[in-house]
Protein backbone atom coordinates (compact mmCIF):
# COMPACT_ATOMS: atom_id res chain seq x y z
CA UNK A 1 0.00 0.00 0.00
CA UNK A 2 1.13 3.39 -1.06
CA UNK A 3 1.76 5.75 2.14
CA UNK A 4 3.19 9.16 2.20
CA UNK A 5 2.83 11.46 5.01
CA UNK A 6 3.52 14.62 5.31
CA UNK A 7 5.00 16.63 8.50
CA UNK A 8 6.76 19.78 9.28
CA UNK A 9 4.00 22.59 8.60
CA UNK A 10 2.95 25.17 11.29
CA UNK A 11 2.88 28.99 11.56
CA UNK A 12 5.91 31.53 10.50
CA UNK A 13 6.30 35.07 10.25
CA UNK A 14 6.20 36.43 6.62
CA UNK A 15 10.07 36.31 6.02
CA UNK A 16 10.63 32.90 7.97
CA UNK A 17 11.29 29.43 6.84
CA UNK A 18 10.35 26.24 7.13
CA UNK A 19 11.32 22.62 5.80
CA UNK A 20 8.67 19.98 4.95
CA UNK A 21 9.19 16.01 4.78
CA UNK A 22 7.34 13.26 3.27
CA UNK A 23 7.99 10.39 4.80
CA UNK A 24 7.07 7.23 1.67
CA UNK A 25 6.40 3.93 1.48
CA UNK A 26 4.60 1.10 -0.07
CA UNK A 27 6.64 2.05 -3.74
CA UNK A 28 9.77 2.31 -5.38
CA UNK A 29 10.82 5.56 -4.12
CA UNK A 30 13.90 6.34 -5.66
CA UNK A 31 12.42 5.31 -9.29
CA UNK A 32 9.64 7.31 -8.89
CA UNK A 33 8.99 11.41 -9.95
CA UNK A 34 7.57 12.95 -7.10
CA UNK A 35 6.21 16.27 -6.65
CA UNK A 36 4.96 19.19 -3.85
CA UNK A 37 1.44 20.82 -4.40
CA UNK A 38 -0.35 22.97 -2.48
CA UNK A 39 -3.90 23.86 -1.66
CA UNK A 40 -5.28 27.35 -0.31
CA UNK A 41 -8.58 27.48 0.91
CA UNK A 42 -11.47 27.69 -1.60
CA UNK A 43 -8.98 27.70 -4.36
CA UNK A 44 -7.33 24.47 -6.52
CA UNK A 45 -5.11 22.14 -6.39
CA UNK A 46 -1.64 24.56 -7.51
CA UNK A 47 1.93 22.04 -8.52
CA UNK A 48 4.63 23.64 -6.68
CA UNK A 49 7.68 21.68 -7.34
CA UNK A 50 8.39 18.44 -8.79
CA UNK A 51 11.83 15.80 -8.59
CA UNK A 52 12.78 13.19 -11.01
CA UNK A 53 14.33 10.72 -9.98
CA UNK A 54 18.00 11.55 -10.85
CA UNK A 55 17.62 14.59 -8.61
CA UNK A 56 16.44 16.47 -11.72
CA UNK A 57 14.35 19.61 -10.52
CA UNK A 58 11.52 21.80 -11.56
CA UNK A 59 9.79 24.93 -10.09
CA UNK A 60 6.86 26.72 -10.00
CA UNK A 61 7.34 30.52 -10.92
CA UNK A 62 5.72 31.98 -7.54
CA UNK A 63 8.48 29.79 -5.72
CA UNK A 64 11.30 29.52 -7.60
CA UNK A 65 14.72 31.32 -5.89
CA UNK A 66 12.76 30.74 -2.60
CA UNK A 67 11.99 26.91 -2.18
CA UNK A 68 14.18 23.97 -2.56
CA UNK A 69 12.97 20.40 -3.34
CA UNK A 70 15.38 17.22 -2.30
CA UNK A 71 14.87 13.94 -1.98
CA UNK A 72 16.87 10.77 0.40
CA UNK A 73 16.59 7.61 -1.84
CA UNK A 74 17.80 5.92 0.94
CA UNK A 75 15.79 6.99 3.52
CA UNK A 76 12.39 7.44 1.16
CA UNK A 77 11.76 11.03 2.18
CA UNK A 78 11.14 13.97 0.14
CA UNK A 79 11.56 17.32 1.10
CA UNK A 80 10.97 21.22 0.66
CA UNK A 81 13.01 23.71 1.89
CA UNK A 82 10.49 26.98 2.07
CA UNK A 83 12.68 30.46 2.15
CA UNK A 84 11.57 33.83 2.26
CA UNK A 85 8.32 33.07 2.64
CA UNK A 86 5.51 35.32 1.97
CA UNK A 87 1.87 35.43 2.70
CA UNK A 88 0.53 34.10 -0.07
CA UNK A 89 2.34 30.95 0.43
CA UNK A 90 -0.23 29.51 3.26
CA UNK A 91 -2.03 27.06 2.07
CA UNK A 92 -2.27 23.05 2.87
CA UNK A 93 0.92 21.33 1.31
CA UNK A 94 1.07 18.04 -0.19
CA UNK A 95 3.17 15.77 -1.89
CA UNK A 96 2.52 13.19 -4.48
CA UNK A 97 3.79 10.51 -6.94
CA UNK A 98 3.66 12.34 -9.68
CA UNK A 99 4.64 11.03 -13.42
CA UNK A 100 4.86 14.00 -15.20
CA UNK A 101 6.92 15.83 -12.21
CA UNK A 102 8.28 18.85 -15.01
CA UNK A 103 5.00 19.08 -16.26
CA UNK A 104 3.81 21.81 -13.99
CA UNK A 105 0.60 20.70 -13.78
CA UNK A 106 -1.27 18.13 -11.14
CA UNK A 107 -2.13 16.12 -14.59
CA UNK A 108 0.49 13.78 -13.63
CA UNK A 109 -0.36 12.88 -10.13
CA UNK A 110 -1.48 9.85 -8.76
CA UNK A 111 -1.40 8.88 -5.33
CA UNK A 112 -1.30 11.49 -2.69
CA UNK A 113 -0.68 12.15 1.43
CA UNK A 114 -2.84 14.17 4.04
CA UNK A 115 -0.95 17.52 3.29
CA UNK A 116 0.07 19.73 6.33
CA UNK A 117 -1.09 22.90 6.87
CA UNK A 118 2.17 26.05 6.43
CA UNK A 119 0.35 29.54 7.64
CA UNK A 120 2.74 32.68 6.86
CA UNK A 121 1.67 35.36 9.06
CA UNK A 122 2.44 38.49 11.17
Known amino acids: EVQLVESGGGLVQPGGSLRLSCAASGFDFAKSGMSWARQAPGKGLEWVSGIGSSGTTFYADSVTGRFTISRDNARNTLYLQMDSLKSEDSAVYFC????????????????RGQGTQVTVSS
Open 96 to 111: AIDFLYGSRTTVGMTS
